[in-house]
């Protein structure tokens, strides 16, 4: 089978997460992402620690990555693969007293550390060719290129604007295009390219509630919107809402490659796969 089969399998028969997260002694999960080709689940805890998850194997295996200093309380925000799943990166929550938390990058391959940047971040993504990866704080959005050092190298940073600061940027990574969509939590969205430093486009939604993630469906015609209190899907071209789904998600959703299913995470740890058609 495919490598995405083997994630529909693995999801099939491991419909709750308890079954492969992290033992409560060890801490919550509380990011989780899956990888593009399907191979691998990653999942960031309480205590800061990075297990990836080979769901390829029987039975399933995991590796700890090294690499970040675990800090109880203050755990992971955000874990991300790159396009071609070669890539993880994980960042850890802005530090309140203004401390900046590193970004980590690993090696899929050989679960090795590639690049770090020691940058406040709240959320991560790579972009298309996955050589770029995008992390986001309260005032900035910054480009990083992965370099041959063990240093990721800025190359754009975005301010901000100041009335948007009360909560975290969103973001997603444009699925074929070099460029990232930011969300505001006054509903504004800005697609930036970071190559060249320009707005491409901009749009406004009405939102009852924070974003606290964005997904874009593989063919990039669906934008899936998470808030405190449920998950829009937006149709781009045609500008409209194609449903809303009303509950707590443990992390953001995700598609699969032939854009055909969605993927849920609820906050009891359970998985939900929906019919993307039928919504």
Same mark, same amino acid.
């Given at each position: 089978?495919? !490598? ?22 060890? *801490? ?9 080709? +399907? ?11 990075? #297990?990836?998850?080979?769901?390829? !194997?029987?039975?399933? #295996?995991?590796?700890?990555?090294? *690499? ?6 203050? +755990? ?21 007293? *203004? ?30 060719? +996955? ?9 900035? $959005? ?79 015609? $669906? ?17 409209? $809402? ?10 953001? !959703? ?10 849920? $995470? ?14």
């Amino acid at each position: 089978p495919t !490598t995405r089969g083997t994630l529909l399998h693995a999801l099939h028969h491991n419909i709750h997460l308890i079954a492969i997260l992290p033992d409560k002694n060890r *801490g919550c999960a509380e990011t989780v992402a899956f990888s593009p080709n +399907g191979r691998f689940l990653a999942v960031g805890d309480t205590t800061s620690t990075v #297990t990836l998850y080979d769901l390829s !194997t029987s039975p399933i #295996t995991k590796q700890a990555l090294t *690499g970040l200093v675990p800090k109880r309380g203050d +755990g992971l925000v955000a874990v991300t693969f790159s396009h071609d799943s070669q890539y993880l990166a994980a960042a850890h929550h802005s530090a309140p007293n *203004g401390e900046k938390m590193p970004i980590v990058v690993w090696d899929t391959n050989n679960y090795q550390v590639i690049a770090t940047a020691q940058e406040p971040s709240n959320a991560i993504a790579f972009l298309s060719d +996955g050589k770029q990866l995008i992390s986001t704080s309260y005032d900035s $959005i910054v480009a990083w290129e992965l370099t041959s050092g063990q240093e990721l190298k800025e190359f754009a940073r975005l301010s901000v604007p100041a009335n948007s600061r009360q909560y975290f940027p969103a973001v997603a990574a444009h699925p074929t295009e070099p460029a990232v969509l930011i969300g505001y939590n006054d509903g504004q969205f800005d697609l930036w390219s970071p190559l060249n430093s320009e707005l491409i486009d901009s749009f406004t939604l009405e939102l009852d509630a924070a974003m606290t993630g964005l997904t874009y469906h593989p063919d990039s015609s $669906i934008l899936a919107i998470q808030t405190f209190n449920k998950i829009i899907l937006w149709d781009i071209e045609q500008d409209k $809402i194609i449903a809303e789904l009303r509950t707590t998600y443990l992390a953001p !959703t995700a598609f699969s490659e032939d854009g055909q299913k969605m993927l849920l $995470i609820h906050s009891d740890e359970t998985l939900e796969i929906l019919d993307v058609n039928s919504l």
